[in-house]
């Protein structure tokens, strides 16, 4: 494990005293983040840059400085991408994406929540092909991540539609939950980064599996040490 975390941590959205007094309940309802957590790698934005030769390294930090917002977090991301000269097909990434595996133990794990009706969502700040594709693939009940635009031959225009801020996932948390009539306390969220940590303190059962950064830690109720998905599955139980 990470003894600091890879990026500026931001809390801003609860007080730690908060998070100390939160009561767990019966898990109805269990939130994923999506890269390192369902699949096994870092960033699956990182994975297309290391397709394409290309880093979003200077985009990272004017981001999280708030000179530049996500939208055009994500417009410089796929500008960087191209294929002969020209914008990347839409195919070309999904091509791409396709190929990052899945995290050991994840079938399990989801076959176990299943079993028990608890409902299940992805919420992930990379790109919505990949999450939508996971979900049917492993039967995850709702997906929330974000869209890239293409154009009439199917190149990706660098514009985006944007569900899911990169350090405000608790506000999808929040959102779906009261779709649902659930309450906070009935949610867990899974995370294994510093950008987790919001929707992991405002969940009744915050979890950091396979943590990166040190803070998530610090953030979470349970961690879970290791690549394996099902390691999840005792975790629940008692909340069942």
């Not at 396709?98 to 050991?104: A, L, R, V």
């Not at 969502?121 to 869209?147: H, P, Q, T, Y």
Request: a neutral charge; one cysteine or more.
């Amino acid at each position: 494990m990470k003894s600091t975390c890879n990026y500026p941590c931001y809390r801003t959205h609860t007080e730690p005293s908060l998070f100390l007094r939160k009561k767990k309940g019966t898990v109805k309802l269990v939130f994923f983040d999506m890269d390192g957590v369902l699949l096994d790698t870092v960033s699956s934005w990182r994975y297309i840059h290391e397709h394409f030769g290309t880093t979003n390294k200077r985009s990272i930090l004017p981001y999280l400085r708030g000179d530049i917002d996500y939208y055009e977090f994500i417009r410089r991301d796929v500008s960087l991408w191209k294929t002969n000269g020209k914008s990347v097909k839409k195919t070309t990434i999904q091509k791409i994406l396709y190929s990052i595996p899945f995290m050991k133990g994840v079938n399990e794990c989801i076959r176990f929540l299943k079993e028990h009706e608890i409902q299940t969502a992805i919420v992930s700040a990379g790109l919505d092909i990949l999450a939508e594709k996971i979900a049917m693939d492993i039967g995850i009940d709702f997906s929330f991540a974000n869209e890239v635009k293409i154009d009439t031959d199917g190149r990706l225009t660098g514009e985006s539609v944007l569900h899911v801020d990169l350090i405000h996932k608790d506000k999808n948390v929040k959102a779906l939950a009261q779709q649902l009539h659930l309450p906070l306390n009935a949610c867990a969220a899974v995370g294994n980064s510093c950008f987790d940590i919001p929707m992991i303190e405002i969940c009744g059962l915050g979890i950091a599996f396979n943590p990166e950064d040190a803070c998530v830690v610090k953030s979470a109720d349970v961690v879970i040490e290791g690549k394996d998905l099902s390691r999840l599955i005792p975790i629940i139980k008692p909340y069942i």
